[in-house]
Nanobody
Framework: QVQLVESGGGSGQAGGSLSLSCAASASGSSTNALGWYRQAPGKERGMVAFITSSSTIKYADSVKGRFTISRDNAKNTVYLQMNSLKPEDTAVYYC?????????WGKGTLVTVSS
């Protein structure tokens, strides 16, 4: 069982910045991809960004140019830098990792952006 430890998030103001990090207990060599999803109240969970083992990166259109995902392979940790925050970024953010083809999810961390 892979454990994910999320940190960061919290509250911020529109136009500001927040960051998230997530450390996976699996080895970096067995990790296929890491990333973030989010779920706003009353909405479905949706992909925010992910990065693969070959460093392919994909962002949701709604965060392109504002959020940056990065990865520390040695620590098997994924980071999400969130800039130019908007109130619509308010959501619970979930870290996920794909290890040898199996998805694992973090418990989620709340990000609240006030206008």
């Amino acid at each position: 069982q892979v454990q994910l430890v999320e940190s960061g998030g919290g509250s911020g103001q529109a136009g500001g910045s927040l960051s998230l990090s997530c450390a996976a207990s699996a080895s970096g060599s067995s990790t296929n991809a890491l990333g973030w999803y989010r779920q706003a109240p009353g909405k479905e969970r949706g992909m925010v960004a992910f990065i693969t083992s070959s460093s392919t990166i994909k962002y949701a259109d709604s965060v392109k140019g504002r959020f940056t995902i990065s990865r520390d392979n040695a620590k098997n940790t994924v980071y999400l830098q969130m800039n130019s925050l908007k109130p619509e970024d308010t959501a619970v953010y979930y870290c996920y990792v794909i290890v040898i083809g199996t998805n694992y999810w973090g418990k989620g961390t709340l990000v609240t952006v006030s206008s």
